[in-house]
């Protein structure tokens, strides 16, 4: 009587959750740099936290439109097959967070540069989300998308591309970077999928965030086709001027007009909608205050618990997922990233693991 824990058939179920550093990536601009994870339990996340220095002299440096996140070009976690269910650079990685997590605002990130000054703190943590969003995962033991990485045939690993300084600054003024980042592993510890059916049905969704290509916006519409055969939890747009590449890198607002979302160039999913309200549903539904600059997101789930809401993309059905997007400037760029969920191929040997036992059993 008023136990407040999980009952102890469930708990079993789930199994204990862990937390663990797995490794350490010392920053060395324009070199990447990979932690591999422990072959053990089931992995569901990963935080990267920072601990970058900056060192200046006489003039102060100009921070780059990736801020804080500068030092960190592409976040990505890489696994058999060159599959990467996460890649993004880290502005963007920390805007998934933003709207996967509600209320939060990145507000530890920092980056103070000012003239002559050695070793100040420059903060830029991140959390990688590996599993699909679903609601209430800690009572549920919901974590679709989650990976086995017990499985001794699957190796993962994560990998920090990190920015030179060239880029990180759009004048750089001597200034120097320094430090490292510590990857930490959030993990479930239970017995194998083919003994789990819980663990199981997690494993057998792939959820993915991946960017998907840099679009050069035209002085009227643009067109960008969209993957088909997923599920569609959201795409984010990544507005700017210059270079994704460099310091000239500059996101911006104003920098599109509309977006309209259609499917097989007949239904409208989001039907010429003005920038104005994309930025008040992000403000709005995922309590972030003000977005980040130049971010955009089409989001099919706002809320978490509304699996109605996302958008399947059958090829039965769908013959074209397009975005149009007008802008009033060909100077202006967008970078697409998706973050999408489909069935995974590195669930098959554990289904038919489970599926002997179960016969064996019978």
Not at 255 to 268: A, E, R, S
Not at 341 to 360: E, G, I, L, T
């Amino acid at each position: 009587m008023g136990r407040y824990a999980l009952d102890p058939t469930k708990r079993a179920a789930i199994g204990q959750r862990l937390v663990q550093k797995v490794g350490t990536i010392t920053y060395s601009g324009g070199a990447t740099g990979s932690v591999t994870l422990p072959q053990s339990d089931y992995t569901v996340g990963l935080s990267i936290i920072s601990g970058q220095t900056i060192t200046t002299t006489g003039t102060s440096p100009v921070l780059a439109g990736y801020g804080a996140f500068g030092p960190l070009g592409t976040v990505s976690v890489a696994t058999n097959g060159n599959r990467k269910p996460h890649s993004a650079p880290g502005a963007v990685t920390d805007f998934l967070a933003r709207l996967r997590q509600d209320g939060y605002k990145s507000d530890l990130t920092s980056a103070p540069v000012t003239a002559s000054q050695t070793g100040m703190a420059w903060t830029n943590h991140l959390r990688i989300p590996l599993t699909a969003d679903v609601a209430s995962p800690l009572d549920e033991g919901d974590f679709r998308g989650a990976w086995y990485t017990g499985d001794t045939a699957l190796t993962m690993k994560v990998s920090l591309a990190m920015q030179a300084a060239a880029a990180v600054f759009s004048t750089v003024n001597s200034a120097t970077i320094a430090g490292s980042w510590d990857v930490y592993r959030e993990a479930y510890s239970a017995p194998d999928p083919s003994q789990n059916p819980l663990w199981l049905r997690n494993i057998s969704f792939y959820h993915e965030f991946l960017f998907q290509t840099t679009q050069a916006l035209k002085n009227g519409s643009t067109q960008v086709v969209l993957p088909l055969d997923l599920d569609y939890e959201r795409i984010v747009l990544d507005f700017y001027t210059g270079s994704d590449a460099d310091g000239t890198y500059a996101p911006a607002d104003g920098l599109y007009t509309t977006v309209d979302l259609v499917i097989n160039d007949k239904i409208h999913i989001f039907d010429v909608i003005a920038e104005a309200w994309f930025r008040f549903d992000e403000a709005y539904n995922n309590k972030m205050g003000t977005p980040p600059v130049g971010k955009m997101c089409i989001d099919f789930k706002p809320i978490a618990a509304q699996l109605r809401d996302v958008l399947p993309v059958d090829p039965d059905n769908v013959s074209t997922l397009k975005l149009n997007i007008v802008s009033t400037s060909t100077s202006n760029s967008v970078d697409v990233y998706t973050e999408t969920v489909s069935d995974s191929p590195f669930a098959a040997r554990w289904v038919a693991a489970a599926q002997a036992a179960a016969k064996a059993g019978a």
